[in-house]
C-alpha cells in the first residue's frame, strides 16, 4: 500500500488519504463458443485511491 501511495504521490501531484486493495481470485468460466471447454481467468489486484479533498486526477476528469 505504501508503494502504491508513494507512487501516485509522484506521477499525478496529488495527496493520498488512503489506499485499499482488493484482491480477487481466479476463475474458472465455460467458454461461449463450446459449453464443455473451460477457460480459467487470471487473478488480478485493484487499488481503491482515496485523494485529499481539492485534489483530482485530469485523466479521469468528466468520467462521474
Known amino acids: 500500500k505504501q508503494q502504491i ?8 501531484d ?10 480477487r481470485p481466479a476463475k474458472v468460466a465455460r467458454s461461449l463458443r463450446n459449453r ?4 480459467r481467468r ?6 481503491i485511491v482515496t485523494l485529499k479533498p481539492g485534489d483530482n486526477i485530469d485523466v479521469f476528469e468528466g468520467v462521474l
Open 14 to 23: 496529488v495527496t493520498v488519504l488512503r489506499v485499499n486493495v482488493i484482491n
Open 36 to 39: 464443455r471447454r473451460q477457460v
Open 42 to 47: 487470471g487473478a488480478y489486484k485493484k487499488a
Open 5 to 12: 501511495k508513494e507512487a501516485v504521490e509522484a506521477m499525478f
